[in-house]
């Protein structure tokens, strides 16, 4: 399939060490994938689902112990531990392959290695990076193959030039205590073994687009980032775009792809889905910044997605599919919790158990997800293959906080949001394992996905700035506030809309806002709030007070946060936190003092 011979002796290297009894290229043709999936249903690693109701899509369950990223084993080696910073696991480069080879030795010894050429962006586009994986699982092949462009094509667009992003995936025996993800930013080096789950072994996503990428764009001058990237169609006509930074399982999918609610829609308002999840941005030769999804389908969050909260998400899913550890219908369907209000009786939960939907226990795993090719998406934009990418006028970071951040608030310059970024803090989820609901840092959304120093990181978000002409403005949004009871306070999803238009309308400087210690607030006027009908518990509807609650900035509060960033900033080694950074941090400190 290729004459290039870095590509022929590396693949050859690893044949050599994993010991596989066959290897097999994959072309990307609809003939080999039937047959691979033909063959992974032969032994079970996938179940064809009623191909009535939902064609062409598949079923799998990974192992119980294997269900979500695994942060404490996912390591960037670069030649000093001070490259990876604190917030990054870390071994010696030497180290770290002897030790790796020393797993995969023989590791596939009776099984096929399929060698896979992927894109990251539009192939042939300027900005298109290429990856190979090889990896001995038909799954991770057919998962690939939804969310990145694969095959033959990739290969010719790479022709001879040695510039490849070399990945190698083993499932070995799925050990969690030999479980290893590991980035050699240096080496455009991904290894990954003793998983067959998401994010640990479709490499091409956070391992290539986020880790190594946010590596590669420190040294050629753009950047990879956690975010969705959406527009919206004004009804003039006209189109914006935003990118978002949210932690995982905390509403990228769900901004992207939402609905405005009615009473905007009938002016003529629509959202356009770009991407959902990673963003390569760069410095346009307009001076505008432009974001590319280098992305080709979504791996999103079932729980939760329904015919409300995200009906285009779900019609996404209505064909070519893959669904990871949801569960099975006795009629070949799938459902999940928050699908609806009827769970299947008399079948299995997502480990394969007996399960009954009347003992409180659940039936997809809260990290189950679905594999959907972006083309399904019924909002997906037009620009979605745009090799330019997309003009962005507004940067919103966002986290899980059930108190502290507001609904919304905007920065006061480039600096300052930069600032608002690295300070993101958010309850974690169970896209990671780990413990749920704990309050962490994480900045940019990117504390899991940054491929070295995050105190070097920041300093290229101040460089990238200084470089952009017309710079979006950065905002901070927080759709998960939560009342004394439990209750959300604010209603989510599509009505995020009426907070997106404001912000839009703060790009342009078309609406006010009131200046707090830590930046511009809405006055509650200024969110259009027409037709909103959200109960936040029975008996309460969401009034303009239950606005004002959300948007009020409450000292305390962020006196208690403003300890807990010093003790961030402080695990920098001496002036690797940008003097920029602390000097806003004390001008927070003393607003709030004031
Ligand atoms: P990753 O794919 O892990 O990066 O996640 P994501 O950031 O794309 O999150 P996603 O949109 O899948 O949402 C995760 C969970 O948050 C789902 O259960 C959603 O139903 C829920 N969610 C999303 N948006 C909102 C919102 O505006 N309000 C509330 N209350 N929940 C939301
Ligand atoms: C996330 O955890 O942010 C995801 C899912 O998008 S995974 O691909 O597993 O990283
Ligand atoms: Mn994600």
Same mark, same amino acid.
Request: proline fraction near 6%; include cysteine; glycine fraction near 10%.
């Given at each position: ?38 063959? +992974? ?5 996938? *179940? ?5 109701? #939902? ?72 900005? +298109? ?12 092949? #057919? ?28 499932? +070995? ?10 980035? %050699? ?22 391992? !290539? ?88 389908? %979504?791996?999103? *969050? ?94 919103? !970071? ?8 507001? #609904? ?10 930069? !600032?608002?970024?690295?300070?993101? +803090? ?141 003790? %961030?900033?402080?695990? !920098? ?18 607003? #709030?003092?004031?």
């Amino acid at each position: 399939m290729t004459t290039n011979k870095a590509v022929l002796s590396w693949v050859d290297e690893m044949v050599a060490l994993t010991k596989p009894d066959r290897v097999v290229w994959i072309d990307g043709s609809e003939d080999q994938l039937e047959a691979l999936r033909a063959e +992974a249903c032969s032994t079970g690693e996938i *179940v064809k689902l009623n191909q009535d109701l #939902l064609p062409g899509c598949y079923y799998h369950r990974t192992a119980v112990n294997d269900v979500a990223r695994v942060e404490g084993r996912t390591y960037i080696c670069t030649p000093t531990k001070e490259e990876a910073g604190p917030t990054n696991n870390w071994m010696d480069p030497a180290e770290m392959y002897k030790l790796l080879w020393g797993l995969y030795d023989g590791a596939m010894k009776g099984r096929t290695c399929y060698v896979l050429p992927y894109s990251m962006g539009p192939v042939g586009s300027p900005f +298109a990076k290429y990856g190979i994986e090889i990896t001995d699982s038909i799954y991770v092949v #057919l998962n690939m193959n939804i969310m990145t462009r694969v095959g033959q094509k990739v290969l010719d667009a790479l022709g001879d030039n040695p510039d490849f992003i070399k990945g190698i995936h083993a499932k +070995a025996d799925l050990d969690e205590e030999n479980r290893y993800i590991v980035q %050699f930013p240096q080496d455009n080096y991904i290894c990954s073994v003793n998983s067959g789950y998401g994010g640990n072994v479709l490499l091409g996503k956070k391992c !290539f687009a986020l880790r190594i990428a946010s590596y590669l764009g420190r040294n050629e001058g753009w950047m990879a980032e956690h975010m969705l990237i959406l527009g919206i169609k004004y009804p003039d006509g006209t189109k914006k775009y935003v990118t978002g930074a949210f932690p995982s399982a905390c509403g990228k999918t769900n901004l992207a792809m939402l609905i405005p609610p009615k009473y905007f829609r009938d002016q003529g308002y629509e959202v356009e889905t770009v991407g959902d999840d990673i963003a390569w941005l760069r410095v346009g030769e307009d001076g505008q910044l432009y974001a590319i999804n280098p992305e080709y389908g %979504f791996f999103g *969050v079932a729980p939760g997605t329904n015919e409300k909260s995200n009906p285009n998400a779900l019609a996404s899913t209505r064909k070519n599919t893959i669904f990871t550890n949801v569960v099975m219908t006795k009629d070949g369907g799938v459902w999940w919790e928050g699908l609806d209000k009827n769970p299947p009786h008399g079948v299995e939960n997502w480990k394969g158990e007996p399960w009954n939907p009347d003992d409180g226990s659940k039936g997809a795993h809260p990290n189950s997800r679905f594999t959907a090719p972006a083309i399904n998406c019924p909002c997906i934009s037009p620009e979605f293959e745009n090799p330019q990418g997309v003009p962005i006028s507004a940067i919103i !970071f966002g986290g899980r906080r059930a108190k502290t951040a507001p #609904l919304v608030y905007e920065s006061r310059d480039w600096t300052h949001g930069v !600032f608002v970024g690295s300070i993101m +803090a958010s309850e974690t989820t169970a896209a990671a394992s780990g413990a749920v609901g704990v309050v962490r840092r994480d900045p940019m959304a990117m504390l899991p996905f940054c491929g070295y120093n995050m105190g070097d990181y920041w300093q290229h978000w101040l460089d990238m700035g200084k470089k952009i002409k017309k710079q979006p403005h950065i905002f901070n949004v927080n759709w998960f506030r939560l009342d004394d009871e439990g209750n959300f306070m604010w209603p989510g999803f599509g009505d995020n809309f009426r907070v997106l238009l404001w912000i839009l309308a703060r790009c342009e400087g078309k609406a006010d806002a009131v200046e707090t210690p830590i930046g511009f607030v809405p006055k509650p006027e200024d969110i259009d709030l027409t037709d909103l009908d959200y109960e936040i518990k029975k008996g309460h509807k969401f009034t303009e007070d239950d606005l004002k609650s959300i948007l009020t900035v409450e000292k305390d509060w962020w006196l208690e946060d403003i300890e807990s960033i010093k003790d %961030f900033y402080g695990k !920098f080694s001496e002036g690797k936190v940008p003097a920029e950074l602390w000097s806003e941090l004390e001008k927070l400190e003393n607003n #709030l003092k004031k």
